[in-house]
């Protein structure tokens, strides 16, 4: 809770829009979300219009490993605070994810990253290999028979 006082976040593969609004909600200053499809980036503009954000709101209606992957020009600030991964289940998308936001410093030293994917246990070796290598912290993690939820560090 008290890490988003104040932040800067991502919400990549947004969908309803809810992790980012929720944030936004208990104190987070600005989230920019992605969005591929355009009628769900369409909700989430309305649904921050009838919270009466907007003004903290920026929606990117693009795909989100495109954007990752361009340079950082005129996007502030230097690394943010909060990141939410949460993307489609079964495309192999979260660890190309997480290395984007490393490799071009969407993420850095303090960021926390929010990831759910589908209980693969390629994933979650992956996930913990990096902790021993030492470029994340998992903070937490838990694992259901439909998803594993973790919040890692970078460190």
């Known amino acids: 809770m008290n890490d988003l006082i104040d932040s800067r976040g991502l919400d990549l593969y947004a969908g309803t829009g809810a992790l980012g609004l929720e944030a936004i909600s208990r104190g987070a200053l600005e989230i920019i979300f992605l969005e591929q499809d355009k009628h769900t980036a369409e909700n989430i503009k309305k649904c921050a219009q009838d919270?009466?954000?907007?003004?903290?709101?920026?929606?990117?209606?693009?795909?989100?490993?495109?954007?990752?992957?361009?340079?950082?020009?005129?996007?502030?600030?230097?690394?943010?605070?909060?990141?939410?991964?949460?993307?489609?289940?079964?495309?192999?998308?979260?660890?190309?994810?997480?290395?984007?936001?490393?490799k071009n410093s969407w993420a850095g030293p303090g960021s926390l990253i929010y990831l759910e994917c589908e209980p693969d246990i390629n994933l979650l070796e992956n996930l913990n290999s990096r902790a021993e290598s030492g470029q994340i912290k998992i903070l937490k993690q838990k694992r259901t028979a439909q998803v594993v939820y973790s919040l890692v560090g970078l460190v």
């Open 51 to 102: 919270l009466g954000v907007s003004a903290q709101v920026l929606i990117k209606n693009q795909d989100v490993l495109k954007f990752l992957d361009q340079p950082r020009t005129n996007i502030s600030p230097r690394f943010f605070d909060l990141i939410f991964c949460d993307p489609p289940f079964f495309k192999n998308l979260l660890l190309e994810t997480l290395d984007l936001l490393i």
